[in-house]
């Protein structure tokens, strides 16, 4: 049955998660083609995008109907207004407009963006996957966090949070372009979980194939079902992260990662507890947090290691 109103290529990305898994072989590959060709789907004609991928120019029309349009061109068109969005930062500044005479504020749109994103983001990934995400951690030799660019403080205040219950983690940050680096030593007993943004950070989807052919479970966070590199996944998390401004929010991810982090600290049980409570005492008698400012002119106490505690 056709589509009744147009979509967005958003909403074409969901689709394809939803339809892939009962497509043909052929139909499949050629649905996973989109999202990275977008450009080729959207400008080459019919018989020169078929020759590029290898498939019959039938195929392409047979996916339209699959997705429940009426015919390949209204396809084509859904990438080709995708084309029309802001394709880099700068070029966002120039779609956003100016707040004022009686539009909402820029903190006001950026608000009502994360609100919708939080509300809707559990709705699509549910419990399952997160169950599934939390069983891989609790059961892995070596967990490794692994980002690049702004994902790395997304990735640093998991393993953060973490290591407060757990010591397997080994985060790969990749510090002087090293960043595959740390995957040499991956293995079947391993868990990378992975994180990656539109634009993708080509040396983390790079990174996938490295971990998934040395056996590597892999848990990827990204922002869309056709992710590159999505197939790869054992479980995929999926988390919005576009908002009214050049750059991107993490907020809708960092919410994910507390919820699989609250999951995984759940099934661990006593010794997860038992480690909590060691990480209290020490940053206790590190006297790591304070909850008052000195007075004015003086300076905070800091007692030595050995004589603090109270």
């Known amino acids: 049955m056709p589509a009744e109103a147009p979509i967005d290529f958003d909403q074409l990305c969901i689709l394809l998660a939803q339809k892939v898994p009962g497509l043909s072989p052929q139909l499949a590959r050629a649905a ?22 290898g498939l019959p120019i039938a195929t392409f029309s047979r996916l339209a109907r699959a997705l429940d349009f009426d015919s390949f061109a209204a396809l084509r068109r859904v990438c080709a ?14 779609m956003l407009g100016t707040p004022g005479n009686g539009t909402p504020s820029d903190s006001e749109r950026i608000g009502s963006s994360l609100l919708g994103h939080l509300q809707s983001m559990f709705t699509r990934c549910g419990d399952d996957e997160l169950d599934a995400a939390a069983r891989l951690l609790h059961g892995a030799r ?32 990749g510090i002087g ?17 992975a994180m990656t943004f539109d634009p993708y950070t080509r040396p983390v989807v790079e990174g996938l194939y490295c971990a998934h052919e040395r056996g590597a479970r892999i848990i990827y966070l990204t922002d869309s079902p056709l992710a590159p590199g999505h197939e790869l996944a054992d479980v995929l998390l999926v988390a919005p992260v ?9 907020a809708a991810p960092m919410a994910m990662l507390d919820a699989l982090l609250l999951r995984w600290y759940r099934l661990a049980g006593a010794e997860a507890f038992n480690r909590l409570a060691t990480s209290d005492a020490q940053l206790k008698r590190a006297r790591a947090f304070v909850r008052a400012a000195p007075p004015r002119g003086g300076r905070l ?10």
Do not use: M, W
């Open 142 to 173: 070596r967990i490794h966090p692994f980002a690049a660019r702004s994902g790395v403080a997304l990735a640093h205040t998991f393993c953060y949070i973490a290591q407060l219950f757990d010591d397997r983690i080994v985060p790969i940050y």
């Open 177 to 193: 372009d090293t960043l595959n680096d740390g995957l040499r030593h991956v293995g079947p007993e391993d868990v990378v979980l």
């Open 81 to 94: 207004n995708q084309l029309r969005q802001p394709g880099g930062f700068s070029q966002r500044v120039g």
């Open 32 to 53: 996973t083609l989109i999202e990275p060709n977008v450009e080729d789907f959207a400008l080459l004609p019919l018989r020169e995008l078929a020759s590029r991928f």
């Open 301 to 310: 106490e800091h007692k030595h290691a050995d004589e603090a505690g109270d």
């Open 242 to 250: 576009e908002i009214p401004s050049f750059f991107h929010s993490f």
